[in-house]
Nanobody, 125 residues
Framework: EVQLVESGGGSVQAGGSLRLSCVASGDISSSYCMGWFRQAPGKEREGVTSIYTWDGSTIYADSVKGRFTISQDNVKRTLYLEMNNLKPEDTAMYYC??????????????????WGKGTLVNISS
């Protein structure tokens, strides 16, 4: 089974940028989609963005549109999340996930097949 490992989290001030990476232990080119989720303290986990492997199309939560960009490098087996103009409300644990079956919605955590353990993002005001 493919394993996912996130990195790139950290603490930055509001308005700053971070780039998260998610490296897969195996091939991701055959996945249906890959995405990023986040969970802030005391809040439910939410879908942030997803990319569909077959055509590269992307979808974003309204809260991050225009600020976050998802990309995928199948040669490097890596999923990226470029985050700009960060806000304190972006503070959360960020997880990457992969879906091979396409049975769930892009923001359905339990519809994914593989999940990483997360990387922490902390944005100070």
């Amino acid at each position: 089974e493919v394993q996912l490992v996130e990195s790139g989290g950290g603490s930055v001030q509001a308005g700053g940028s971070l780039r998260l990476s998610c490296v897969a232990s195996g091939d991701i080119s055959s996945s249906y989609c890959m995405g990023w989720f986040r969970q802030a303290p005391g809040k439910e986990r939410e879908g942030v963005t997803s990319i569909y492997t077959w055509d590269g199309s992307t979808i974003y939560a309204d809260s991050v549109k225009g600020r976050f960009t998802i990309s995928q490098d199948n040669v490097k087996r890596t999923l990226y999340l470029e985050m700009n103009n960060l806000k304190p409300e972006d503070t959360a644990m960020y997880y990457c996930a992969a879906d091979w079956n396409g049975l769930g919605s892009w923001d359905d955590w339990y519809g994914m097949d593989v999940w990483g353990k997360g990387t922490l993002v902390n944005i100070s005001s």
